[in-house]
């Protein structure tokens, strides 16, 4: 689905949308027919493998997909802020959209934002800056303030073995409801 539907995500203004990394894709048409798609072999279907048709024109089996270079570091930052009527949440809003303008409209920066019920909250993920330049980057809107959240950053190794171990214990958990549920 990622790919197939474009591909947009938290490190987007980094690397582009994850669709443009779409090198060939193996696809079983509706006919039952297994197909190849990339730039040379099947070209229609692969440029619309790649955003045009939302999982419409198969079931793909298999994709290779290009990589990129880690960047050294990533990390996280969270905050909620309520305000306390719709005159402060407008001010609020307003405020941060020229503090996003300002510092966070870069390819370091991606963003979870959502606006409601007077509060914002934010969930922002960083990459290619360590956790002391992270922090320097919020500190223009929260000094003076509690709102500001958890900053936390990790080595990309750390963050890849994090994911991975989080993906084996998923998966042994689903072995174990699976095993538990035919007993």
């Known amino acids: 689905g990622l790919i197939q539907s474009g591909g947009f995500g938290q490190f987007s203004k980094a690397y582009g949308l994850a669709s443009a990394a779409l090198?060939?894709?193996e696809i079983v048409?509706?006919?039952g027919s297994v197909q190849i798609a990339n730039p040379c072999t099947n070209p229609d279907l692969f440029w619309a493998l790649k955003g045009g048709g939302a999982g419409s024109f198969g079931v793909v089996t298999r994709l290779t997909l290009a990589t990129r270079e880690l960047p050294e570091f990533f990390g996280g930052f969270s905050a909620s802020i309520r305000a306390k009527s719709a005159a402060?949440?407008?001010k609020m809003v307003e405020r941060f959209v020229s503090f996003y303008q300002e510092r966070l409209f870069n390819p370091h920066w991606g963003e979870q934002i959502q606006l409601g019920d007077n509060r914002l909250d934010i969930a922002m993920m960083f990459q290619g800056l360590n956790q002391k330049d992270a922090a320097e980057i919020w500190k223009p809107l929260c000094l003076g303030s509690a709102i500001c959240g958890v900053i936390a950053g990790l080595s990309a190794y750390a963050l890849v073995e994090l994911v991975w171990r989080y993906q084996v214990r998923k998966r042994w958990r689903s072995r174990e409801l699976l095993l538990?549920?035919?007993q």
């Open 180 to 182: 538990s549920s035919r």
């Open 29 to 31: 048409t509706a006919d």
């Open 88 to 90: 402060a949440f407008r």
């Open 23 to 25: 090198l060939e894709a």
